[in-house]
């Protein structure tokens, strides 16, 4: 019979409904039931689209002598990482302090006060390369604990003040200049593939955050390396195999330095991150093929991760039912063969097909499959042709088993889609794109915002199928859904967004922020841990703490709000800390240093909506690439109207009874224009 998460909404605790493991939820009534029973608890942390925690379910979890013994010695919590990530950034911190690595599965022992006192990620079934088999695990943590109580309690409090020890304190630092910025483009040098684009070797994720920022630093500063790095990065994924050549999106990374074999996972996070920056290549370079990747991801998005209300799903698996043998193996859906092409296309087309996609006898991937890239050296063919091969091979593979969805909406994935969305959109004169973002922000309004009276307004971080999760957002929610809705806001002109934003943000600088000026993941209000959790790298998304930085500066760019731009700078103080030292884990960070820097500059359009010309300012602002430029479009002011809906519109009127726009930056404005082309210079914008 199904266990204790068989109510849950997360698609990943759903998942683990039906195993013989008595699991519970992470709630105050299991670590109750740990203390009552004297026993310890087991935490199992995962994501719905993770393959080795598909794998340990299977083998262990599944398992019914290993759950009967975990039943009998253990309370057995599983949490869903992408909904609990203040559970798993605590643990996961101990676990790295205590190991050196971390990853998923994450499995962790813990005393009844949530203590933790043993670590690891997945265990296989037998003992195998090293590692001891579960079981062998759950025995002798059960001897430790029976047997040497004191000890397991010294080592768990030892743990804890450890982990108490290691507080940041960044926010005393200062903020980063042009120095820092430039060092830390040094060490990006340093670290980059030549032959390959990307960072460091295998394996290789998608440097989406870092590519943000040479882009930035380019604009800021037309070092033509910083340009070339992103241009040739970008070229070489979305040519690989971690670009999906048929459906479009990415995967999750590459196992290979060359962007050959992808983990076939692929994240909402990831495919919104990577269309902005695409979108933002074409903006810089006019590259035909930033225009293509951008479209198709923005379009893989809306086909494939777009819920019946309107939000973005989390994830595909990476795993799905191979249509031969019948089991899921990684890269079924997508894996191709020259025979299985011949049959699909016939001769002609199929061997074109393979020397195209790079499809050999031999293969890319595993069992002489391969998985569909771009290679430089391919054949120059028809586009014509080559459309038609590709809509054909994706008729065929809609008929595969499609990979597991998992459809729980999270609050800050949205926001990131939420901008991609609405820049694609306007950039590329697709307002079917725009729509989308709006019903997107329109779900987390609805849906994920409660301001009830009588207590504190919240975000919460989930939701699944229109019905809100239990747990509160984080400040990545915070961060990353304001930064949505400031860019729907520049491309829609309605400034609704821009104070829903102004409500988030001010929360973080309530319930949120240091005295110092650094910025922790969890409210002040919210559950208490063994520690309060504070991450101010940028991994695979943007930290909340930067997150936080970006949004803060932009909307006090929007509003002259001092108190947002002095947090947005005191919370910058990390990017001087980590910067020169780490670039490739601070990149979000070190983009919004960039912005900081130029200003950023502050953009006002004013005109009569059905009026063309000020469509062509709109668009033209919009194409800036002026770091982190804030745009705000509506109707002319004069001076007795008041304040409308933005504040940077007020007091601006037409020039000449025509449209104009006003560009400000560091206290001073330039002469309004009334030309597209003088705003375009005006903003550094190269007009693709």
Not at 408 to 420: H, Q, Y
């Amino acid at each position: 019979m199904p266990n204790r998460l068989a109510n849950e909404t997360s698609p990943y605790l759903l998942q683990h409904a039906d195993n013989p493991v008595d699991w519970w939820p992470w709630s105050p009534e299991a670590f109750a039931e740990a203390r009552e029973r004297g026993v310890p608890v087991l935490l199992s942390v995962g994501y719905s689209s993770c393959h080795w925690c598909h794998v340990m379910a299977h083998e262990s979890f599944e398992d019914d002598p290993t759950a009967a013994y975990m039943n009998e010695h253990f309370v057995n919590i599983k949490v869903d990482r992408e909904e609990r990530p203040d559970v798993d950034a605590v643990y996961m911190e101990a676990v790295q302090a205590a190991t050196g690595q971390g990853g998923w599965p994450m499995t962790v022992f813990l005393t009844a006060d949530a203590e933790p006192f043993y670590f690891g990620t997945y265990f296989p079934p037998e003992p195998r390369h090293g590692m001891p088999s579960f079981l062998q695990v759950l025995e002798g943590v059960r001897a430790a604990w029976v047997g040497r109580p004191e000890e397991v309690a010294e080592v768990a409090q030892k743990i804890v003040r450890d982990l108490a020890g290691r507080q940041l304190d960044y926010g005393k630092a200062g903020t980063p200049g042009p120095e820092e910025l430039a060092q830390a483009l040094l060490g990006l040098t340093r670290e980059y593939d030549a032959v390959s684009g990307g960072f460091g070797g295998a394996p290789k994720f998608p440097p989406s955050m870092v590519l943000e920022f040479l882009l930035r630093h380019h604009a800021r500063t037309g070092s033509e390396g910083a340009l070339q790095m992103a241009a040739d990065t970008c070229e070489a994924m979305a040519r690989g195999g971690i670009y999906d050549q048929l459906g479009g999106g990415f995967a999750r990374y590459s196992v290979d330095r060359e962007w050959v074999v992808p983990h076939f996972e692929k994240m909402l996070y990831d495919n919104a991150l990577l269309c902005r920056v695409y979108a933002h290549l074409w903006r810089a370079t006019g590259s035909e093929l930033a225009r293509r990747v951008a479209l198709e991801t923005a379009d893989f998005m809306v086909r494939e991760l777009r819920t019946a209300q309107g939000g973005f799903a989390s994830a595909l698996d990476a795993d799905s039912e191979d249509p031969l043998t019948g089991e899921h193996v990684e890269g079924a859906y997508y894996a191709w063969t020259p025979a299985r092409l011949r049959e699909v296309l016939g001769e002609d087309d199929g061997a074109l097909a393979a020397g195209y996609f790079g499809v050999t006898e031999e293969g890319t991937f595993e069992h002489g499959t391969s998985v569909l890239q771009l290679p430089q050296d391919g054949p120059a063919v028809d586009a014509e042709r080559i459309a038609g091969i590709r809509e054909r091979l994706l008729a065929a593979r809609a008929e595969r088993p499609a990979p597991g969805r998992d459809d729980k909406v999270v609050a800050a994935w949205n926001g990131l889609a939420i901008a991609a969305l609405a820049e694609c959109g306007a950039y590329f004169d697709r307002p079917d794109l725009v729509e989308r973002a709006t019903e997107a922000a329109d779900l987390l309004v609805r849906v994920h915002f409660d301001a009830a009276a009588g207590r504190a307004p919240r975000l919460s971080r989930t939701s699944k199928d229109g019905r809100v999760g239990a747990n509160a957002g984080v400040l990545e929610d915070y961060g990353d859904v304001a930064e949505g809705f400031l860019a729907l806001a520049a491309v829609t002109g309605e400034g609704v967004w821009l104070e829903f934003a102004g409500f988030l943000l001010d929360l973080v600088l309530d319930r949120f922020a240091a005295e110092d000026g650094s910025l922790y993941d969890t409210a002040h209000d919210a559950e208490q841990l063994i520690r309060r959790p504070q991450d101010p790298t940028d991994t695979a998304a943007p930290s909340g703490w930067t997150a936080a930085a970006g949004a803060l500066l932009s909307y006090a760019a929007h509003t002259g709000s001092q108190a947002h731009r002095t947090a947005a700078e005191r919370a910058l103080g990390v990017v001087q800390a980590l910067g020169p030292r780490v670039p490739r884990f601070i990149g979000h960070g070190l983009s919004v240093a960039e912005a900081l820097l130029d200003g950023p500059r502050e953009v006002a359009v004013v005109g009569h909506p059905e009026d063309p010309a000020r469509a062509a300012l709109h668009r033209a602002a919009l194409l800036g690439t002026a770091p982190g430029a804030v745009v705000a479009v509506g109707l002319p002011q004069p001076a007795e109207g008041g304040e409308g809906e933005f504040p940077l519109l007020a007091e601006r009127t037409l020039v000449r009874d025509l449209p104009a726009a006003y560009v400000c930056r560091h206290f001073v404005c330039a002469r309004p224009t009334t030309d597209p082309v003088e705003l375009a210079e005006q903003l550094g914008a190269v007009r693709p």
